[in-house]
């Protein structure tokens, strides 16, 4: 799946992705990110990542930038 960063919450690492084509958007944690570190990241990157559930309900895995 495919989506833009829309918010980062930096000191506690975590943030949501717009996913294309979805009205939800999705939450994706720091552990997550592959081949990019979280302060690199910036509202509005392109990502690409899988959609997993969780206890919380979906979040997104395996997070990289495009």
């Known amino acids: 799946m495919e989506g833009t960063i829309k918010n980062l919450v930096e ?3 975590f943030g949501f992705i ?5 009205a939800k958007d999705l939450f994706f944690h720091s552990n997550e990110l592959k081949g990019v ?3 690199e990241l910036q509202r509005g990157d392109r990502v690409s990542f899988e959609k997993a ?14």
């Open 11 to 13: 000191e506690k690492g």
């Open 18 to 22: 717009t996913v294309d084509g979805e």
């Open 37 to 39: 570190s979280f302060n």
């Open 53 to 66: 559930d969780s206890p919380k309900g979906p979040n997104a895995v395996n997070v990289t930038r495009i």
